[in-house]
């Protein structure tokens, strides 16, 4: 699964045996995994000595692949792996306001890092349907990634950091939502958006984040709860019904979001609230 930037998979093995591996170097930029069970062990090899690491659930590893690599793997092992292409971080670097050209990446092993965790837990279920992920999302989830990996890992002692605002015009910003309430399915980059306000990614990302409040994905979120209110108070459609008008990769994702932003299920809102629409259109599980 692509995004801006990162390409997401997954990588495993239920060899316990799997000896000694080696890749040779190449420029696609850096490799980070984390860790999805627990038991996998590596002796990692490099130039004048070798280093030993254990993974449990949770832990990461980040290398550089314009680097040889040649390590030892014993027990089995299941990755969640993003590829991250160093034109990308420096990219992000540039439009977050930070001075210096270069990004590089500390090399780490075995290490637990909860906010990259965190991030990263909510691309497992995607790579389930990746066909159904969310352009726009998968670009500011990269986005954030990228910007977490230059600010804890960047070694590069050139990359300063420097302040810098980010305002959008009133015609920019009716522009933005205007090419973001037409699609509220999620099919619109964050690219596309900014460039046809003629700014770069992040500069627009901050810029509109600061002018509503919202990243460009949670205000597309927000727009869906609002048009499933006005259905739930109006009509009598079903719950999944409402979710494919909306936008919603399901039922389930609409459940899941709207519960968080109105503190209820939809079905209980609808019921809360007073609905216009026939009861006897509801389906069990709404009930």
Not at 84 to 89: A, D, K, N, Y
Not at 154 to 160: D, F, P, V
Not at 165 to 179: F, H, I, K, N, T
Request: hydrophobic share 40%; charged share 20%.
């Amino acid at each position: 699964m692509r995004g801006a930037g990162i390409k997401f998979f997954r990588k495993g093995s239920d060899d316990p045996h799997l000896g000694q591996v080696s890749t040779t170097a190449d420029d696609r930029g850096f490799l980070i995994g984390i860790s999805q069970g627990r038991g996998h062990r590596r002796r990692i090899f490099h130039e004048h000595h070798a280093t030993n690491h254990e993974f449990k659930e949770g832990s990461i590893y980040i290398r550089n692949l314009a680097d040889d690599y040649r390590a030892d793997l014993r027990g089995a092992f299941d990755f969640l792996l993003m590829e991250v292409s160093q034109p990308f971080l420096i990219e992000l670097a540039q439009e977050h306001g930070w001075r210096g050209g270069a990004v590089d990446l500390a090399c780490h092993a075995g290490d637990t890092d909860l906010i990259l965790l965190r991030l990263v837990n909510v691309v497992e279920p995607l790579l389930q349907k990746s066909s159904e992920a969310s352009p726009l999302f998968l670009d500011q989830l990269g986005t954030t990634i990228g910007i977490h990996l230059i600010e804890r890992y960047n070694r590069a002692t050139n990359l300063e950091s420097a302040s810098q605002g980010a305002a959008l015009s009133r015609p920019q910003l009716a522009l933005a939502v205007e090419m973001l309430s037409s699609n509220t399915a999620g099919n619109v980059r964050v690219a596309d958006v900014a460039q046809a306000c003629g700014l770069s990614r992040g500069y627009f990302i901050r810029g509109f984040k600061k002018a509503t409040g919202k990243a460009p994905h949670q205000w597309i979120l927000s727009q869906r709860v609002e048009q499933a209110r006005g259905l739930l108070m109006k009509t009598g459609m079903s719950l999944a019904d409402i979710a494919l008008i909306c936008g919603f990769a399901d039922q389930s994702h609409f459940t899941r979001v709207f519960s968080a932003a109105s503190g209820l299920p939809p079905g209980a809102w609808r019921r809360a609230t007073g609905n216009a629409g026939s009861p006897a259109r509801f389906s069990k599980c709404e009930k």
